[in-house]
C-alpha cells in the first residue's frame, strides 16, 4: 500500500522552489516532501524568466535526494519531464510531448514547465537535494495569462473543454515523477528512450538560444548522457548541455515553466 504523500499547501507563496530549497537546507533528512501553491507572486522559469501563474494552475515543488552522480543530476528534468507526461496520459488521457530541456507541450502550445534546482550539501554523508518545479496550466483560462503568452500556452481546460482534479492529477503526476527518477537511477538508457519517444523537436529545424556564434540546424534528438544533438548545415554535429531550442520559423514565448516557479 502506498505512503500517502507529504504535501505543504499554501494559498500563495512567492515562490514553491525557493521554499522547497530552504526546506531541504534546513533538514538534510527531507526527502519525497511537495511544496504547494495555489498562485505565486514571484514564479521563477528557465534563465531567470518570470512565469506566469494565475489561478487554474498547478504550481508545486518536489524535494528528492536521488543517488546519482554530481555530472548526472542534471538528468533529473529530463526524468521529471517523462513523469509528468505519463501522469498526463493517466489523468487526461492526451500525449504531450517534451520540448528540450524541460516544457511540456501539447497541440504546438506549452502546456507546462520544469525547473530544477540543487540544494547545497549540508552533509557529508547525504546526497544534495534536489527541488524538481514543476507549473502546469490545468484549468487555467487564456484570459487570466498575459496577453503575449495567450498563443503560445495551453491549459488542460482550453485543450479538451473539462474541467481536472487539481489534487488527483498533482498525487498522480508526483509519484510518476518519483517513479521516472528511481528508473534515472537503476537504468538510465530506459528512461532516455522514454523520454526519445516523446520529443517534440527531433528532425526539425532549430535554433539555440543563447548562442554565439548562432547554432541553427536539424534536432537529432538526445545523446546518450542526455545532452540534445543538433546538425548543422555544415554537417557538424553539436551537442547541447545548457539553453533552451526554439523552432525556426515559428514564435515561442518563454512562458516561463511554471512561475509556477516552481
Not at 101 to 112: E, I, Q, S, T
Not at 215 to 239: C, M, S
Amino acid at each position: 500500500m502506498q505512503q500517502p504523500l507529504k504535501i505543504l499547501h499554501y494559498p500563495r507563496l512567492d515562490s514553491t522552489n525557493s521554499l522547497a530549497l530552504e526546506l531541504a537546507a534546513a533538514d538534510p533528512g527531507l526527502h519525497g516532501v511537495v511544496v504547494r501553491a495555489d498562485r505565486q507572486r514571484c514564479g521563477r522559469g528557465q534563465h531567470g524568466r518570470v512565469f506566469a501563474s494565475p489561478a487554474g494552475g498547478l504550481y508545486c515543488s518536489l524535494i528528492l535526494r536521488p543517488h546519482l552522480d554530481i555530472q548526472r543530476l542534471s538528468l533529473v528534468t529530463l526524468a521529471a519531464g517523462v513523469g509528468c507526461c505519463l501522469a498526463v496520459e493517466e489523468v487526461a488521457a492526451l500525449q504531450p510531448r517534451l520540448k528540450w530541456p524541460n516544457d511540456l507541450y501539447l497541440a504546438g502550445r506549452k502546456l507546462a514547465g520544469i525547473l530544477t534546482e540543487t540544494g547545497t550539501i549540508t552533509h557529508p554523508v547525504t546526497s544534495p537535494p534536489v527541488v524538481i518545479g514543476i507549473g502546469m496550466n490545468v484549468n487555467t483560462r487564456a484570459a487570466d495569462l498575459p496577453p503575449e503568452l495567450q498563443k503560445s500556452t495551453v491549459s488542460l481546460l482550453e485543450h479538451t473543454g473539462r474541467r481536472f482534479d487539481p489534487d488527483r492529477l498533482l498525487e498522480v503526476m508526483v509519484r510518476q515523477v518519483m517513479d521516472a527518477v528511481a528508473l534515472l537511477e537503476e537504468d538510465p538508457g530506459t528512461l532516455l528512450a522514454r523520454w526519445r519517444m516523446r520529443d517534440y523537436l527531433v528532425s526539425r529545424q532549430v535554433e539555440l538560444i543563447p548562442a554565439d556564434p548562432p547554432v541553427l540546424g536539424r534536432a537529432l534528438g538526445l545523446a546518450a548522457d542526455g545532452r540534445y544533438r543538433i546538425l548543422t548545415r555544415d554537417g557538424r554535429e553539436h551537442h547541447v548541455l545548457a539553453g533552451s531550442l526554439r523552432l525556426v520559423g515559428r514564435t515561442e514565448s518563454g512562458y516561463c515553466a511554471p512561475e509556477r516557479r516552481l
